[in-house]
Each structure stands twice: as C-alpha cells, then as structure tokens.
C-alpha cells in the first residue's frame, strides 16, 4: 500500500519538500543538480563509478541534455523509516519525451538525498530548467528483512559521490 505523502513529511521521514510537489500519491522530486555521465568503464564489483561532470546551466536558463546518461539531485532528503519502502517513478511529460528516469529501492533504513538517473533515450537536446520536476517518490509499507546500512547513506546536504569523511 502507498503511504500518503503528508505522512511522510509529517513523521520527519521527508525533508525539503516544496507544498507545492505533493501529489496524491507521491511526492514530486525536482532536478537542483545534474551532472553527465562520462562514457568510460566502470568496476561494479569495486563501486567505482563513472565519472560526472557537472552541467552548467547555459543561456537559456536551463540544463541542455543531449542524448546519453545523466545523474540528478533534488535537495529533498528521505530516512526511510523501519518497514517502510520508496522508489522514483518517472514522470509523464518527461516519459512522453523520451527521458526516462530510474533509481535503485530506497531501502528501510535509507537515508540521503533522493536522487536518480536520467537517461536521454532519444536524439536531439532536451532542455530542463533547475528545479523542474522529473520523477515521482513513492513510499510503500514493506515487510522488511533488515535496514540498509550502508555506504551511499549520506547526512542532509551531502551526496553520496561528495560525502563529507
């Protein structure tokens, strides 16, 4: 069952959530930082990553995204409580457009940034204004073996590639 979005910003399990984004079911999550994807290998079973370059925002006001791989962050913050569950959910103007965006389960015990992927699927620019809402966050109950500990749990205001420490 989705949990009401209210709940979660009532218990604390939800920061930095513009009233303006709650939705029914979810909770509207904004692009405030997107960096490309560089296109070289990457050691999975070490967790190096790609690399990211930052993308500056151009003469339009606004992020041009070719096609190719692009991680986000919104300046919401979730600790997913015992129990509990969240995931993105593309949002259907930018799926309509071929973007798609994509995240691993928000395990109980989560806590950081809500962030995600973006993948440009078709060719041409895509532009997105800072701040613009690109994916849905749902939180579900969930019959729980555990919670998450570990290394991509970050303190509100970090990301987990810059982490403090």
Same mark, same amino acid.
């Given at each position: 069952m989705f949990i009401n979005p209210k709940i979660g910003i009532q218990e604390g399990w939800l920061k930095n959530v513009d009233e303006k984004n709650i939705q029914p079911n979810a909770i509207d999550i904004t692009a405030d930082q997107i960096w490309k994807v560089a296109q070289h290998d990457? #050691?999975?079973t070490t967790?190096? /990553?790609r690399n990211r370059n930052?993308? $500056?925002i151009g003469d339009k006001g606004a992020w041009n995204l070719y096609q190719g791989v692009y991680d986000f962050a919104s300046v919401s913050?979730?600790?997913v409580p015992e129990g509990m569950v969240g995931w993105l959910r593309t949002r259907s103007t930018l799926n309509r457009n071929g973007i798609l965006v /994509?995240?691993?389960l928000y395990d109980s015990g989560f806590k950081g940034p809500i962030?995600?992927?973006m993948y440009n699927m078709v060719g041409g620019n895509v532009y997105i204004m800072p701040g613009t809402p690109v994916a849905q966050f749902v939180i579900a109950r969930? #019959? $729980?073996e555990g919670i998450y500990s570990g290394g991509y749990n970050v303190?509100?205001?970090e990301n987990w590639f810059n982490k403090k420490g």
């Open positions: 990457a #050691d999975i967790k190096r /990553h930052e993308v $500056s913050y979730v600790e /994509h995240s691993g962030c995600g992927m969930s #019959d $729980s303190a509100e205001g």
